[in-house]
């Protein structure tokens, strides 16, 4: 997505369906989670949490892009990336 987008986070966020500002305010982090430690894929509903206005049912964000809904369980290893 990084290198689809030119590395503009504005587009990552429309591509992903995010409200703008989302990953350009800095209060959001991205990370790596091994995905051995991933649970339950499932189609999202629009009942997650920070599901936003712009969530369409159908299994794809606004910005055309396939999405799904997983479950980390809790203390599951990570690792912050940076964009």
């Given at each position: 997505m990084i290198q689809r987008?030119?590395?503009?986070?504005?587009?990552?966020?429309?591509?992903?369906?995010?409200d703008a500002g989302t990953?350009?305010?800095?209060?959001?982090?991205?990370?790596w989670v091994e995905p051995n430690s991933?649970?339950?894929l499932r189609m999202p509903d629009g009942n997650e949490l920070d599901a936003n206005d712009?969530?369409?049912p159908g299994g794809y964000t606004s910005g055309g892009l396939p999405?799904?809904?997983?479950?980390?369980?809790a203390g599951s290893e990570?690792?912050?990336?940076?964009?």
């Open positions: 987008t030119g590395g503009d986070l504005g587009k990552v966020e429309t591509k992903l369906g995010l990953l350009t305010d800095g209060d959001t982090l991205i990370a991933l649970k339950n712009l969530w369409e999405e799904a809904t997983i479950d980390v369980p990570y690792r912050p990336t940076t964009v």
